[in-house]
């Protein structure tokens, strides 16, 4: 027996696993273990044991009252019909003693109302599910998504970026607000970018990565953004965590908080303006490879393992002529190279940044094997 029981839960496993990844039962589950918790259990315990006794009851005195029910048989057809009763669709016609009459008069009318109040419940709760969702008070439920904790114009646009990319990740949006600012397509979770229960719900203990935007230009936005990366990082240190910041002081003090990739977008405008205004098309070519510009998407991938031991024109030239891209640099760990010396050579491990219309058959990098790399 035992050994059956060990063989059925083994084949039942992967199943389950599959119907528990399901974002969708996630959020019913994190919602009815809210509710379950304020809920009176003695209360609806107390209704299903009442609707049971009276359906046994009736069972037994009916068959007790009918002559022609008298056995094991119609013990179970009384049983049937004691059921049908209680939900409103017996048979009349059942029973044609006065005491049976009397028994499914009192069994329609109690039993009707207790299973009303259950369904009043369940109804209930399908409406504060409804509610909730939509006021962004649940729980995301995805697995290796995007968490944009925080809102502003970089959000929006970020969004409307990661909509269009191949990667096709999920992305949820934590911001404290009473709808959601990204539109449809993004699922809303209002919350604190800084209380680790809010985070929860987002999902960030499963995501691939999170990303921080500051919710206006000062200080305090810089130091809130610090905050909810030191708190990602003591609940999920193997998230990869990408901060915008405000002020270029702040960078040392988001490096300490172990942010894996911080964008002083200040900083970077600059800097941008000033190369294009010594050379000109600069700031158009470079905003059109980043805004995934008619063939110009950018991407890191994966190399193929024939490709390691290759120098760098070798490299260039397989990857636009087997996947028409271009090449801009190589990420070897930490670093990336963008001019590597003429002696260098593709080790294992490596990967390339390119320039190319779509993927092909090169395969993305995803954020949490970026983070692996790193």
Same mark, same amino acid.
């Given at each position: 027996?035992?050994?059956?029981?060990? %063989?059925?839960?083994?084949?039942?496993?992967?199943?389950?696993?599959?119907?528990?990844?399901?974002?969708?039962?996630?959020? /019913?589950?994190?919602?009815?273990?809210?509710?379950?918790?304020?809920?009176?259990l003695?209360? #609806?315990?107390?209704?299903?044991?009442?609707?049971?006794?009276?359906?046994?009851?009736?069972?037994?005195?009916?068959t007790?009252?009918?002559?022609e029910?008298?056995?094991?048989g119609?013990?179970?057809?009384? !049983?049937? %019909?004691?059921?049908?009763?209680?939900?409103?669709? !017996?048979?009349?016609?059942?029973?044609?003693?006065?005491?049976?009459?009397?028994v499914? +008069?009192?069994?329609? #009318?109690?039993?009707?109302?207790?299973?009303?109040?259950?369904?009043?419940?369940?109804?209930?709760?399908?409406?504060? #599910?409804l509610?909730?969702?939509?006021?962004?008070?649940g729980?995301?439920?995805?697995?290796?998504?995007?968490?944009?904790?925080? +809102?502003?114009?970089?959000?929006?646009?970020?969004?409307?970026?990661?909509?269009?990319?191949e990667?096709?990740?999920?992305?949820?949006?934590?911001?404290?607000s009473?709808?959601?600012?990204?539109?449809?397509?993004?699922?809303?979770?209002?919350?604190?970018?800084?209380?680790?229960? =809010?985070?929860?719900r @987002?999902?960030?203990? &499963?995501a691939?990565?999170?990303?921080i935007?500051?919710?206006?230009?000062?200080?305090?936005?810089?130091?809130?953004?610090?905050?909810?990366?030191?708190?990602?990082?003591?609940?999920?240190?193997?998230?990869?965590?990408?901060? $915008?910041?405000?002020?270029?002081?702040?960078?040392?003090?988001?490096?300490?908080?172990?942010?894996?990739?911080?964008? /002083?977008?200040?900083?970077?405008?600059?800097?941008l303006?000033?190369?294009?205004?010594?050379? *000109?098309?600069?700031?158009?070519?470079?905003? =059109?490879?980043?805004?995934g510009? &008619?063939?110009?998407?950018?991407y890191?991938?994966?190399?193929?393992? $024939?490709y390691v031991?290759?120098?760098?024109? =070798?490299?260039?030239?397989?990857?636009? !002529?087997?996947?028409?891209?271009?090449?801009?640099?190589?990420?070897?760990?930490e670093?990336?190279l963008?001019? *590597?010396?003429?002696?260098f050579r593709?080790?294992?491990g490596d990967? @390339?940044?390119?320039?190319?219309e779509?993927?092909?058959?090169?395969h *993305?990098?995803?954020?949490? &094997?970026?983070l =692996?790399?790193?």
């Amino acid at each position: 027996m035992r050994r059956v029981r060990t %063989w059925v839960l083994h084949v039942l496993r992967a199943p389950l696993r599959a119907l528990a990844a399901v974002p969708a039962l996630r959020r /019913v589950a994190f919602h009815a273990n809210r509710i379950s918790a304020g809920l009176d259990l003695h209360f #609806f315990r107390t209704l299903v044991l009442s609707l049971t006794g009276i359906v046994v009851v009736a069972t037994v005195v009916v068959t007790v009252l009918e002559p022609e029910k008298r056995s094991l048989g119609g013990l179970v057809d009384s !049983g049937y %019909w004691a059921v049908t009763t209680v939900i409103g669709s !017996g048979d009349a016609s059942f029973v044609t003693s006065g005491g049976g009459y009397l028994v499914g +008069w009192l069994l329609a #009318f109690f039993g009707v109302a207790i299973v009303a109040a259950l369904t009043a419940a369940i109804v209930g709760f399908v409406i504060e #599910f409804l509610l909730k969702e939509g006021q962004g008070m649940g729980a995301a439920g995805y697995r290796d998504h995007i968490v944009v904790c925080g +809102w502003n114009g970089t959000a929006r646009e970020l969004i409307e970026e990661l909509k269009g990319d191949e990667f096709d990740a999920k992305v949820v949006v934590l911001h404290d607000s009473e709808r959601s600012p990204a539109g449809p397509g993004c699922y809303f979770v209002r919350g604190d970018t800084t209380s680790a229960e =809010d985070l929860e719900r @987002a999902g960030v203990p &499963e995501a691939a990565a999170a990303i921080i935007c500051p919710s206006d230009t000062s200080n305090e936005a810089d130091m809130r953004s610090i905050l909810c990366v030191l708190a990602i990082e003591s609940m999920a240190p193997q998230v990869r965590t990408v901060v $915008e910041v405000n002020n270029p002081k702040h960078v040392e003090h988001v490096r300490r908080a172990h942010a894996d990739e911080i964008l /002083v977008t200040s900083r970077l405008a600059s800097r941008l303006l000033a190369r294009t205004a010594l050379y *000109p098309g600069i700031a158009a070519l470079v905003t =059109d490879m980043v805004s995934g510009g &008619e063939g110009s998407e950018l991407y890191r991938v994966r190399l193929p393992d $024939e490709y390691v031991d290759l120098g760098l024109d =070798d490299l260039s030239k397989r990857l636009r !002529g087997e996947h028409s891209a271009t090449l801009l640099a190589v990420a070897r760990g930490e670093r990336t190279l963008a001019n *590597p010396p003429s002696d260098f050579r593709l080790a294992q491990g490596d990967t @390339a940044i390119v320039v190319a219309e779509s993927l092909g058959d090169l395969h *993305p990098l995803r954020p949490d &094997e970026a983070l =692996d790399l790193d």
